[in-house]
């Protein structure tokens, strides 16, 4: 089944994070890499890389670097909204 992304455009903080997590988790795809396989290398666990890529909490700016890091992505990336 192919999923196709779809921009959210924020108004409120959850939706900030919502649409976060979800840049982040469509490059992750787009690189063919998995939610394992990117904890892993980031060095973070992956229950919160899973909250990450759901909005569901507001991260650190740290993991949010080991991240992009890992995916050689800019910060920026994952604020295009």
């Not at 396989?37 to 507001?58: F, P, S, T, V």
């Amino acid at each position: 089944m192919f999923l196709e992304f779809r921009r959210v455009k924020p108004n409120k903080e959850d939706d900030y994070l919502r649409a976060l997590g979800a840049n982040i988790r469509q490059i992750r795809k787009t690189k063919s890499i998995t939610m394992e396989g990117l904890a892993n290398d980031a060095d973070i666990e992956y229950r919160q890389l899973g909250r990450i890529e759901r909005g569901e909490i507001n991260t650190s700016v740290i993991s949010l670097l080991k991240i992009a890091n890992v995916l050689k992505v800019s910060l920026v990336d994952f604020f295009t909204f």
